[in-house]
């Protein structure tokens, strides 16, 4: 059962550097798709950065050079650096996590945005830009 638990939100200023987290646990395959959305109110769940297995990355065009998504393998924990906020990256922030040979049978493999690619969520943490 794959656990995802994000932190690292909050009020934050525009322009402003924070960095999310998150922290998987569960993991029962070798190599695991991983990606932040977001989801602003009256809004859709959107895309905004995805890591696979290989560490090859993949932006919106919305945070690309403000972004960088990351993970450090060892302890399964995913990182959303964010730097240059605006005050239209204000959202709840989700981690989603899906093994990579699923994502392939169901036809996501090259669609790393696509939040129906993806099964397991954490709960989402708020980011608010003023």
């Known amino acids: 059962h794959v656990q995802l638990v994000e932190s690292g939100g909050g009020s934050v200023q525009a322009g402003g550097s924070p960095k999310l987290s998150c922290a998987a646990s569960g993991f029962t395959y070798d190599r695991y798709q991983m990606a932040w959305f977001r989801q602003a109110p009256g809004k859709g769940r959107e895309g905004v950065a995805s890591?696979?297995?290989?560490?090859?990355?993949t932006y919106a065009e919305t945070v690309k050079g403000r972004f960088t998504i990351s993970k450090d393998n060892p302890t399964n924990t995913l990182y959303l650096q964010m730097n240059s906020l605006k005050p239209e990256d204000t959202a709840v922030y989700y981690c989603?996590?899906?093994?990579?040979?699923?994502?392939?049978?169901?036809?996501?493999?090259?669609?790393?945005?696509?939040?129906?690619?993806?099964?397991?969520w954490g709960q989402g943490t708020q980011v608010t830009v003023s």
């Open positions: 989603a996590a899906e093994p990579e040979f699923l994502r392939a049978l169901r036809d996501y493999g090259s669609k790393p945005l696509n939040k129906d690619g993806y099964n397991n």
């Open positions: 890591i696979d297995s290989d560490a090859r990355t």
